[in-house]
């Protein structure tokens, strides 16, 4: 099964240019995902809730939003998919150090 959707958490789902560059690469929506852990979520998602929410799917949506989507850029994807592992293969290794050097900067 071929996936449909990307799901992005931490650092770089902030960032509106690396999520642009996961739609574009691997051609596919990606999501970025916020976590709204309060007590209760958190309470529940450990397994001591008290019946409020009976279902771990019930605890998770209520803790965890989607903060934006992206949508691929056909003439960008048409450029980067014929080479699309390549590209993310170095990506990584290249951004560590600036979201490294970054992170004080920002946080």
């Known amino acids: 099964m071929a ?3 990307l799901i992005v958490i ?3 789902s902030k960032s509106d240019l690396f ?3 996961f739609a574009d690469a691997y051609n596919l929506p990606p999501s970025a995902w916020r ?3 309060r007590r209760a979520g958190r309470r529940h998602l450990r397994g001591r809730g008290g019946g409020g929410l009976s279902r ?3 605890a998770v949506a209520r803790i965890v939003r ?3 989507v992206f949508k691929p850029i056909p003439e960008h994807v048409e450029i980067l998919w014929p080479h699309q592992h390549a590209v ?3 990506l990584r290794d290249q951004i560590e150090p600036i979201l490294k050097g970054s992170y004080p900067i920002f946080h």
């Open 66 to 68: 989607v903060a934006k």
């Open 56 to 58: 771990f799917e019930t």
């Open 88 to 90: 993310y293969r170095g």
């Open 10 to 12: 931490g650092g770089g």
């Open 3 to 5: 996936p449909d959707r």
């Open 19 to 21: 999520m642009q560059i």
């Open 35 to 37: 976590f709204l852990m």
